[in-house]
């Protein structure tokens, strides 16, 4: 009763899906904080052993419902349980990852429970809320935090009066970090008899094909990312030359994406994938909000910017003022010198 509860992704090859390990380690905080319980739910076929997975993340409890009808995920058969377990056991803060399962389902969650639902969350604090007019306190409140207005503003939204308190987090935005390897937490599985109904399974996946992501920037060490002011296709090569010399991969802004300067696989920000590289080098990047949500977590960040007062040069640790088309030659030339 009033504790955290996380809804575990599975992944195609039978493993919890890393945006769900970051919400537990995440979780793990808010109820140490909270001085409550840390709960997980797994739903999907052959969920032996996943449990290895998860309790070393701090979890007291998982709550799984294992049938093969589970897997592939479809969206009736989860929703159905989640809402009877959350009707059930009435969590104070539900997480969810904002992948498209987490989408799907926690709007499904949170319609059938009447209560607030804030997505794509860049962070995630407990603090209290003074309402003035009805001249009420109340404590140790979810501060659901994401950038918005197009990123012109952090906006923290508060769920006050019902719960559970639902948001969804993008997958990097939350660190992963196993608590202790040893630790024990109790399964709970979950009794699936008499809550399903025939037209529950009506939908069936015949047949899919998932390609899988043929860039990988999330876990790339070295990234070379590139803004609008980078100024064409052509500029970005430069980009891409660099980066395979320093053996790291190629990121871009929305505004770049948007421009055509690169994929939107290679996307990173608010609306694209949050990074923490040990070097993040910012070619003609402004530093807008959204993009900064992305990979301000970074260990180095280099800004190679001709606007000496653009937002990015606030977070970086070296700023470079001039021209991509200048500057990043000269680093090409320069590294391979001193790499003889």
Known sequence: MNNIFVYCEIT???????VS??????????????????????IGANLKGIEKEIFPYGVDFIHTADDKRFFPFTTGPHAKILIKLFKEQKP?????????????????????LKCGL??????LV??????????????????????????NIIATIINPETRPQIATVREGVMKKEIKAENYKGKIVPFDIKNIFDEVDFAIQIIDRHIEKQKINIKNSQIIVSGGYGVGSVENFKLLFDLAELLGG???????????????????????GVTVRPKLYIACGISGAVQHSAGMDESSKIIS????????????????INGS?????????????????
Do not use: W
């Not at 390990?21 to 797994?42: F, H, P």
């Not at 088309?325 to 391979?336: H, R």
């Open 12 to 18: 195609e090859e039978g493993h919890v899906a890393d």
């Open 21 to 42: 390990l970051e919400l537990l380690t995440k979780g793990r905080s808010l109820a140490d904080e909270l001085k409550i319980k840390l709960e997980a739910i797994v």
């Open 92 to 112: 104070e803060i539900v997480l969810f990852g904002a992948s498209s399962i987490g989408r799907d389902i926690a709007p499904r969650i949170a319609s059938a």
């Open 118 to 123: 804030t997505a794509d969350c860049t962070s």
């Open 126 to 151: 407990i603090g209290d809320h003074e309402d003035k007019k009805q001249n009420k306190v109340y404590k140790n409140l979810l501060y659901q935090i994401r950038p918005a207005f197009g990123g």
């Open 249 to 271: 991969e190629v990121g871009a802004s929305r505004a770049a994406v948007d421009a055509g300067f690169a994929p939107h696989e290679r996307q990173i920000g608010q609306t």
């Open 304 to 319: 190679i910017n001709t606007d000496s007062h653009a937002p990015i040069n606030h977070i970086a640790d070296y700023t």
């Open 324 to 340: 991509v088309d200048e500057v990043i030659p000269k680093m090409i030339k320069y590294y391979k010198e001193n790499s003889k």
